[in-house]
C-alpha cells in the first residue's frame, strides 16, 4: 500500500518535496555538528537524497552510503560524483567499495517506506538497517537515527518485531517529528 502511495506522487511533486526535507535537515543542529554522516543512496521513487548529498559535501561533511555484503549493511565511504553500480537488491552503491570507519558514525539517514508515531519504521523487509544499527550499539556506536520521508507515509502504528530499531526522528516535507529526548 505505501509503495503505491508512494508511486502515485509525480516526478514534480517527488522532486518539490525533497528539496523541501533538505531543507529542514540542513537547519537541524544534529546535521549541522555532525562530521560523518551515513546516508542512503535514492532510487525508484524513494525520496530522493541527491541534491542533499551534494549539499553535505559542500558542507565539507564525511559521507559514507550502504554497502551490502553477505545481507548486512556495511558503510563505504562516498563522494557526489563516485562511479555506482547496482546492488544485488537494485540499490545503487560504490562501484569500489571502501571501507569507512562506522565508529566515528555522527548521524544515519534512513529510507523507509512507513513510520509510526512511536518512531518505529518499517523498511523494505529484509531487516538489513535493524541489523546495522543494533552492530553499531553493540559495538558501542549509537549515531542520531533520522528517516526521510513524505509525510503522506507515516501511520498511526506498526506491528513491530522484537528486533525493530526505533528512529530518534522523521524529516519530511512539512518540518522534524522528533522521537526521543536525543533531539
Do not use: N
Not at 529542514?24 to 548529498?53: K, P
Not at 539517514?109 to 512511536?118: E, G, I, S
Amino acid at each position: 500500500m505505501m509503495k503505491a502511495r508512494r508511486s502515485s506522487l509525480s516526478q514534480e511533486s517527488q522532486r518539490a518535496m525533497s528539496e523541501a526535507v533538505v531543507g529542514h535537515l540542513a537547519g537541524m543542529e544534529e546535521l549541522i555538528t555532525a562530521r560523518h554522516i551515513h546516508l542512503y543512496l535514492s532510487f525508484g521513487d524513494e525520496l530522493s537524497t541527491a541534491a542533499l548529498l551534494v549539499t553535505l559535501a559542500a558542507m565539507g561533511k564525511e559521507l559514507s552510503v550502504p554497502v551490502v555484503r553477505h545481507r548486512m549493511i556495511f558503510s563505504s565511504a562516498f563522494r557526489p560524483g563516485d562511479p555506482l553500480r547496482r546492488s544485488s537488491f537494485g540499490q545503487p552503491e560504490p562501484e569500489f567499495f571502501s571501507p569507512a570507519d562506522e565508529r566515528t558514525l555522527d548521524l544515519v539517514l534512513l529510507p523507509l517506506l512507513a513510520f509510526d508515531r512511536k518512531g518505529y519504521r518499517l523498511g523494505y523487509g529484509k531487516g538489513l538497517y535493524d541489523r546495522f544499527l543494533h552492530r553499531l550499539a553493540e559495538s558501542g556506536v549509537r549515531p542520531c537515527r533520522i528517516g526521510l520521508a513524505f509525510s503522506m507515509q507515516q501511520v498511526e502504528q506498526l506491528s513491530l518485531e522484537p528486533w525493530d530499531e526505533p528512529l530518534d526522528g522523521v524529516v519530511h516535507e512539512k518540518g522534524v517529528i522528533r522521537f526521543t529526548q536525543k533531539l
